[in-house]
Nanobody
């Protein structure tokens, strides 16, 4: 079964940017990939999705700030986050919805 590894999380000030990576153990260029996040004490929530045809969808809270893209030369999907807010603090996960495969998550903390 394919394995996913997220990376790129860290500590950033409000208004800053981070790029998260979701690297797979095999080719996922034709797979739909979603990013989720889970803040302390809250349920895991969808952030956005990149569909296998390349279209993307984002939840309202991150529209115009987050961008999902993929590098088809490598088995990697990116989540570019800009204009970060303290409420974006969470563990971020990538997933393959069709197989319910999840990575281990990467922590993003937005604080001054």
């Amino acid at each position: 079964q394919v394995q996913l590894v997220e990376s790129g999380g860290g500590l950033v000030q409000p208004g800053g940017s981070l790029r998260l990576s979701c690297t797979a153990s095999e080719d996922i260029s034709r797979e739909t990939v979603a990013w989720y996040r889970q803040a302390p004490g809250k349920q895991r929530e969808l952030v956005g999705t990149i569909f296998k045809v390349g279209l993307t969808h984002y939840v309202d809270s991150v529209k115009e700030r987050f961008t999902i893209s993929r590098d088809n030369t490598e088995p990697t999907v990116y989540l570019q986050m800009s204009t970060l807010k303290p409420e974006d603090t969470a563990v971020y996960y990538c997933t393959l919805p069709t197989t319910n495969t999840w990575g281990q998550g990467t922590q993003v903390t937005v604080t001054s």
